[in-house]
């Protein structure tokens, strides 16, 4: 996913927004500039100061093209490694005055993505054997999408959808007022229509609240609805929708959201649903703590 970020130019513009808003407003480092540090050189250390799962290690190399300096990165781990306390993450060596520039964007991106990808693990462990896997939302912070989606992944999570121009779901908010006899023949014409775009979208989602909204979208034609969403289902109507699908010709997977936790995802997991999304992954994330220290003192 990374590689491909990169390649459609998302990654750098988003690094260039960093590197403006760590400059503004002078459009250079005033303290290493009064520090006159010249071109003494250096090398500094990037290290884990909590456990947890690296991510973020990859965007190193182009937050230092962003930046325009002559800073050479030496990798020690990989994103989606387990880091222990004090492990070390990679080497940045060069000109000090550079290192320092780049040095605060660099560690909020690995603290913050890493803080997500060992959020996404924890997740990923605690329904480990039921078959059903962990999603992220576009529940994240505004700018920071590309990055947040991408440390689930390193996490072990699975990707939904990236952008309402990726994939379509059909959520309440898209058919008010619509009666569940209404809704088959509605989905029916959605469906179909969208799957006549190019590029094609990867999936065709629709969100239920209700039982009856759910026999609605079983009763479309097998093969237009690829995920039903069931949102905010109790543990027992998880059960009876899958057992619905069951007795259906549709077969859709099913997704489950709503207020998960770490302590409900096992016994939503074990309901038969597929797929669990966890806004929770991106938006209740807590950086882990990373820092950077001369090697050389």
């Known amino acids: 996913m990374y590689a491909s970020l990169r ?26 500039a009064a520090m006159a540090l010249g071109s ?5 250390e990037i290290r884990f100061r909590r456990s947890g799962v690296a991510a973020g290690l990859a965007t190193v190399p182009d937050a230092i093209d962003a930046f325009g300096v002559g800073v050479t990165f030496e990798p020690a781990a990989a994103d989606g490694d387990a880091v222990e306390h004090g492990s070390l993450g990679g080497t940045l060596s060069g000109e000090r005055a550079d290192v320092v520039l780049i040095e605060r964007t660099v560690l909020n991106l690995i603290g913050r993505l890493s803080g997500i ?33 991408y440390a689930v ?3 072990g999570g699975t990707a939904h959808r990236f952008s309402l121009g990726d994939a379509v779901l059909i959520k309440d ?17 959605a469906a179909t229509r969208a799957r006549s775009f190019q590029p094609r979208p990867r999936f065709v989602e629709v969100e239920v609240d209700t039982l009856d909204q759910l026999d609605a979208v079983l009763a479309v034609e097998p093969g237009l609805i690829d ?3 069931l949102d ?66």
């Open 153 to 155: 992944l390193c996490g």
């Open 7 to 32: 390649a459609s130019g998302l990654i750098g513009r988003l690094l260039e927004l960093a590197r403006d808003e760590d400059l503004h407003p002078a459009g250079r480092d005033v303290t290493a």
């Open 117 to 149: 990808a060992t959020r996404t693990a924890a997740f990923g462990r605690a329904i480990e054997g039921t078959g059903a896997v962990v999603c992220d939302t576009r529940k994240t912070t505004p700018g920071l999408r590309a990055f947040e989606k």
């Open 40 to 44: 003494s050189r250096g090398r500094y």
């Open 173 to 189: 908010n898209h058919l008010p007022g619509l009666a569940p006899t209404e809704l088959t023949a509605r989905l029916t014409d």
């Open 227 to 229: 995920f039903v969403l």
């Open 232 to 297: 905010n289902f109790s543990n027992a109507d998880l059960r009876a929708a899958c057992a619905r699908r069951e007795r259906s010709a549709s077969r859709p997977r099913f997704e489950a959201s709503g207020g998960v936790t770490l302590k409900t995802i096992r016994a939503i997991a074990e309901t038969g649903v597929e797929r669990i999304s966890v806004g929770g992954l991106t938006h209740q994330a807590v950086s882990l703590d990373v820092g950077l220290d001369a090697a050389d003192r």
